[in-house]
């Protein structure tokens, strides 16, 4: 497992300096899941958005709400995060080198939690979703946009013969189904499930947290 962990780490350190590319190529998306966050979110919420890459929703993020803490496990990211905010004299926002179990995140503190293009990537999903639970206040929300590779089975394919030859990061191939029984825990309720393109099988999910 800590091989892995340092495997994907360097992946995403080498992805880091062409990745805004990569992410402004589709602003349309962008824009649908930026809208649909915002209408969850309200001024005094305190967000954390796991494996936040650059900080491109973050920062955005970051103008509706009182606080934004964004973490990823790759040091490069996090510096490109950093500088974002920097340029965008963002005063709210705090990146993080760290994965979800990190300490220095307490327990009921976050009014909403946000996953983008994440949970395909994660091999423990069930023990993050968990801790998800923990740092998630009552009534908060967990919003994750997931790939559905199973939609795409050659592609799927594809990408995992890249993974074995380091070109690509290993990915679980969640159907639709598939992801919302993982996400439906006993203590947690869809309340939007959003496909953001006729094209690629991609889904924006709203989880709240009922009960403790
Ligand atoms: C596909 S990128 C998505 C970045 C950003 N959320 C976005 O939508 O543009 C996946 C990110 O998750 C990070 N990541 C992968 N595994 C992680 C983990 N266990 N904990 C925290 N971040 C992780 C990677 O370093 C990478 O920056």
């Known amino acids: 497992m800590k091989n892995r962990r340092y495997n994907t780490e360097k992946f ?3 992805a880091a300096p062409g990745y805004d590319n990569a992410e402004a190529s589709d602003s349309h998306k962008h824009e649908l899941v930026f809208d649909t966050l915002k209408k969850y979110m309200l001024p005094a919420d305190k967000v954390l958005d ?6 491109l929703m973050a ?4 103008g509706h ?8 496990i790759s040091s490069q990211m996090i510096r490109k995060a950093q500088e974002r905010a920097l340029q ?5 926002t705090h990146f993080l080198k760290a994965d979800v179990f990190d300490e220095k995140l307490s327990h009921h503190s976050f009014e909403c939690i946000t996953a983008n293009y994440l949970l395909h990537l994660l091999p423990d999903l069930q023990a993050v979703l968990q801790r998800a639970d923990h740092l998630l206040k009552p009534g ?6 997931t790939p559905c590779m199973k939609e795409k089975p050659l592609l799927l394919l594809t990408l995992k013969g890249l993974s074995k030859i380091k070109l690509a990061p290993d990915i679980t191939g969640f159907s639709l189904p598939g992801l919302k029984r993982t996400l439906t825990r006993a203590n947690w309720q869809m309340v939007e499930c959003l ?7 991609e889904y924006l999910t709203i989880m709240k947290k009922i009960g403790t």
């Open 12 to 14: 995403w350190d080498r």
């Open 50 to 55: 796991l494996g936040c890459g650059t900080g």
């Open 59 to 62: 920062s955005r993020i970051a």
């Open 65 to 72: 709400v009182q606080q934004v803490t964004g973490i990823d």
């Open 88 to 92: 965008n004299s963002l005063t709210n």
């Open 140 to 145: 908060g929300y967990f919003m994750a946009t």
């Open 195 to 201: 496909k953001l393109s006729e094209s690629d099988p």
